[in-house]
């Protein structure tokens, strides 16, 4: 493709993941190929089931096999989900190389950092890898200063006011 760009939607505000989709649906009645692939939320994630009404054209991976958001689990049990997340982020880097997507989304790949699942480093090397997409959206709460220079656009969602 002629040009790509990676767009961060980051904060401790929520509608981050629905930011990045609502951008990737914008993209999808022209025909592009979507992949969705959520980090830490569990393999039964319903937020955006709607979606699978979509496919081919959009599709959504989860590599958890627990039930539940990664942070809810024991000790044991993320240790054992974290050989399932890092399976995730393998497929991940591979989507981009082989150029099968148009739009990309990593749902949570920040948090990943964050949790230490993962190394800024490991992320910075994703980000340069010279994939044949379009557009690539990464969302989590924080955004670590050493990956900001290989983001085109970063998005920080604020949260004012939540009274439920």
Do not use: W
């Amino acid at each position: 493709m002629d040009t790509r760009l990676i767009q961060a939607f980051y904060g401790l505000g929520k509608g981050k993941t629905s930011a990045a989709v609502g951008q990737a649906l914008r993209e999808a009645g022209d025909g592009q190929r979507i992949t969705i692939i959520q980090f830490l939320k569990g393999k039964v994630a319903d937020e955006f089931q709607v979606l699978t009404r979509l496919e081919p054209d959009i599709q959504i991976f989860r590599f958890d096999q627990s039930e539940v958001n990664y942070c809810d689990l024991s000790l044991q049990e993320k240790e054992e989900e974290k050989q399932n997340i890092l399976n995730g982020f393998h497929f991940a880097k591979k989507v981009i190389e082989t150029g099968e997507s148009d739009i990309i989304i990593l749902d949570e790949l920040l948090g990943l950092v964050d949790l230490g699942i993962i190394s800024i480093e490991d992320v910075c090397e994703l980000l340069q890898i010279p994939g044949d997409y379009k557009k690539l959206f990464i969302t989590g709460s924080t955004l670590a200063e050493p990956l900001i220079p290989y983001i085109d656009v970063i998005c920080e969602i604020t949260l004012r006011k939540d009274n439920t």
